[in-house]
């Protein structure tokens, strides 16, 4: 059985910085994308970060390009993102998923496979 565990979320003050992990067991993904998603009190989910199997693409919403870095290590099958200069906005559970499915860039949620049960991320002002 697949399962993506996240870990590392918690409550931090605007300006601070976090580190999420995604544990992956059941199979690797060390030949798939692995992302991360968000979904905010009220809105729709969003897509966060992406990166390749072998890690050498990643992709970053609009949003947290500059502040937050999605990176691997396929020898534990994790994946994290390091969030930095956090903000307000960014409060919300933050979700991993892997092996997407879909054409192009990775940018469509629904195009994933398995998912994790989120973390949550609180941004004090």
């Known amino acids: 059985q697949v399962q993506l565990v996240e870990s590392g979320g918690g409550l931090v003050q605007a300006g601070g910085s976090l580190r999420l992990s995604c544990v992956a067991s059941?199979?690797?993904?060390?030949?798939?994308?692995m992302g991360w998603l968000r979904q905010a009190p009220g809105k729709e989910r969003e897509f966060v970060a992406a990166i390749s199997g072998g890690g050498d693409r990643t992709y970053h919403a609009d949003s947290v390009k500059g502040r937050f870095t999605i990176s691997r290590d396929n020898n534990k099958n994790t994946v994290y993102l390091q969030m930095n200069s956090l903000k307000p906005e960014d409060t919300a559970d933050y979700y991993c998923?892997?092996?997407?499915?879909?054409?192009?860039?990775?940018?469509?949620?629904?195009?994933?496979?398995?998912w994790g049960q989120g973390t949550q991320v609180t941004v004090d002002s």
């Open positions: 998923m892997a092996d997407y499915r879909g054409v192009g860039v990775p940018y469509r949620l629904r195009d994933y496979v398995y």
């Open positions: 059941g199979r690797t993904f060390s030949n798939d994308y």
